[in-house]
């Protein structure tokens, strides 16, 4: 069995902790944070070093999942440890459905009771957070944040960096652009370009 270092000792970086840690994947996870030495230890889980410590500890880990919040920031680190060699897997919770026809890319992450259905492709490093619903033939760009308890009908695209708020709905075959965030709550049925913050139901533009 493999190691594993986790990227970010935050709230976020705990949920992807407990996912790895159910999935039985790996015999020892540790976090990278540049808040190390001063924190050596989250949960039962050891602070080892700070995130551009990674490459002196290839000898004994050789995955790496990244657990920083901002979107960009989190994709930049991916591209620099996959660059290093580290293994980037796919995380998914034991007890997530993923289609076995959808396509997961490199370092993301999908928590407890979501559903990622048949067609679905999901870029680099994205976050497709607790009862998330992506539905059949949804895209999803790299770096985008599906936040707990949105659901995406069929069809749907959504570009880079995105942020969907917690609870959003967006309505079949809707194209959301780069760098979009929706509001929690909000439903989305016109498409949204790049860019833009959009709330309320029906969303728009703010
Ligand atoms: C949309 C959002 C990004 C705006 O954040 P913000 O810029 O800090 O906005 P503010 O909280 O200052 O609110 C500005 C106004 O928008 C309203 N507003 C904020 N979020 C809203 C939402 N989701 N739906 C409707 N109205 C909203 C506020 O009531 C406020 O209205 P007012 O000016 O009449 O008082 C944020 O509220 C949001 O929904 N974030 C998603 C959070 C999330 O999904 N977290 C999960 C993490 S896993």
Request: aromatic fraction near 6%.
């Amino acid at each position: 069995m493999s190691r594993l270092l986790i990227a970010g000792a935050g709230g976020h970086g705990c949920v992807v902790a407990d996912t790895s840690e159910m999935t039985a994947r790996w015999e020892r996870i540790a976090f990278l944070d540049d808040r190390f030495s001063e924190l050596s230890e989250l949960a039962h889980w050891p602070v080892v070093g700070r995130l551009s410590d990674a490459n002196g500890l290839q000898g004994e880990y050789k995955d790496i999942v990244v657990a920083i919040g901002d979107c960009g920031v989190r994709v930049k680190w991916l591209e620099r440890y996959g660059k290093a060699g580290f293994g980037r897997p796919v995380i998914v919770h034991p007890r997530a459905y993923v289609s076995s026809h959808a396509a997961l890319s490199a370092g993301t992450v999908v928590f407890a009771q979501a559903a990622v259905n048949f067609g679905a492709r999901i870029g680099l490093g994205c976050i497709v957070n607790t009862g998330a619903v992506i539905e059949h033939d949804c895209s999803i760009g790299e770096g985008t944040h599906i936040c707990p308890g949105v659901r995406l009908a069929g069809e749907v695209s959504i570009g880079l960096y995105s942020w969907i708020g917690i609870g959003a709905v967006v309505r079949e075959g809707v194209t959301i652009g780069n760098n979009v965030v929706v509001g929690a709550g909000a439903v989305v049925v016109k498409d949204l370009p790049d860019g833009v913050r959009a709330i309320g139901v029906p969303a728009r533009p703010v």
